[in-house]
């Protein structure tokens, strides 16, 4: 059911004071789209409704709600409520909740959280903001290898209902460096006095705690894990990270990405949240930079003021010779930045991609100057001069174009810069002033083998 009609539903209940009924309807929906519902909500509504749901669910749909629904919940809750919601979050979903809040808010968080819970929540914080330990989650399984079958089960009864995932189970010693890893699955299917050092899994992938996140992300993708141990640099175990916040990761990298290749600096909050002013300023720099590069393509244009003066007719192919580069040098850029976050493309690969975008662009400039020429050639009367012009032109430009649209993103690679920055407005305006450039220079250069005086 569409959420409109869901919020229509519940503010129609809560009208009628119908709360049994409103309970129940809550109660058959998932967190998520409760969280989604609750985020339409008015206050007042949003107070009286999130009350209804259970201990559990209560604490799973605060986890996924949008940050400002979280702060006014926090305003309204009594000390007992918000223990009780606080008590029942995980601590990465506590982490993400104190890094969102204002200071303020953050105090009463922490005031209501137990020390050792603080203690887990200040290990985290203390993490760069784009590394592995930051996103970990320490409510994990964890086993001795001494331990027999019947003996883990009865820990991951004791214990799993706190902990985030009970799939994966960690085996450590004393001093908490990973020995093997060991899934449900194994132990359910092995007999039940057998040992867990001769079952576990010592052939074990790990990430450090100051791993890039998006190189974590990634390790989700290529071994298709639901959970990937953290470890400091003495091989303890201090945390898991589970699939949804490789998930969530994913989705701000590409975020990150699309904006940066619109030109437009990376922002958190969301479109119609964020104001105009923030909206402004994280694109304008961008905005600026690429048009006092634009005017590069200007005084080109100046230079050669006297050829399409001779000749105006070139002026009105200028257009044309400038898009076909931008999208010729966009394409280019686009496959050689999605084969590098996919680690299709390594920085080794150079040549190999130069030569074949090289190819490509070749083969995509004869097609386009013979289909131009062809079209040149009858609306013209024949003009063979300014046939070749623009045949010449477009096979220079979209290798010049193809070339750029490799070259900046891996180079932006070698130099550690993300990049998407190499993409979109930046390649078209540089390409749009060499391939100006290339025209009037082809132009003059082939002038006097017409007998054209420019």
Known sequence: MENENIKDIIEELLQERKFPKLRETLLEMMPIDIASVFDELSEDDLSKVFRLLPKELAAEVFACMDPDGQEHLISVFSSRELRAILDEMYVDDTVDLIEEMPANVVKRILAHTPQETRHQINEILKYPDDSAGSMMTIEYVDLRKDMTVSEAFEKIRKTGLDKETIYTCYVKDQRRQLLGVIT??????????????????????????????????????????????????????VGIITVDDALDVIQEEATEDFERMAAILPSEGEYLKTSAFKHAKSRIVWLLLLMLTATFTGMIINRYESAFKSLPILVAFIPMIMGTGGNSGSQSATMVIRGLSLDEIRLGDFFKVLFKEAAVAILCGLILALVNGIRVYFTYDGDMYLATVLGVALITTVLIAKVLGCLLPMGAKLLHLDPALMAGPLVTTITDTCSVLLYFIIASSIAPLFGVIL
């Open 184 to 237: 449900v699955k194994k132990l359910l299917l092995s007999p039940s006095d057998a040992i867990i050092e001769d079952l576990m899994e010592t052939n074990i992938i790990c990430v450090d705690t100051y791993e890039d996140k998006e190189v974590v992300a990634k390790m989700f993708d290529k071994y298709d894990f639901l959970a990937l141990p953290v470890v400091d640099k003495e091989n303890r175990l």
